[in-house]
């Protein structure tokens, strides 16, 4: 999960880049990151134990794609550098 305790935030960039690879949020609902967040994002109230009762209470993490490994990123950074380069 992303968690992202800030206080005062700006556009919150890390937050849409977690949204994008689908990793749940859990943020503080004080902040801009309230108004960006997706639905389904766990905001919360700014304080340890807020936080620390949204981290017990996520699903279990669904089990990790075998497409994520080292091999396949150096795969697909290699065909990208090799298409770039022509």
């Known amino acids: 999960a992303m968690v992202t305790p800030s206080l005062y ?3 919150g960039l890390p937050l849409l880049e977690a949204v ?3 990793c749940p949020v859990i943020a ?3 902040s801009a990151i309230a108004e960006l967040a997706p639905p389904g994002a766990l905001l919360v ?3 340890v134990h ?3 009762h949204a981290l017990r209470n996520l699903p279990p ?3 990790i794609p075998h ?3 080292w091999q ?3 795969e697909e950074t290699l065909s990208l550098l090799q298409e770039a380069c022509g």
């Open 61 to 63: 993490p669904a089990a």
């Open 45 to 47: 109230e700014p304080t």
């Open 28 to 30: 503080t609902n004080s």
């Open 9 to 11: 935030e700006g556009f």
């Open 20 to 22: 994008a690879c689908g």
């Open 67 to 69: 497409s994520f490994s």
């Open 50 to 52: 807020a936080f620390a």
């Open 72 to 74: 396949s990123a150096a």
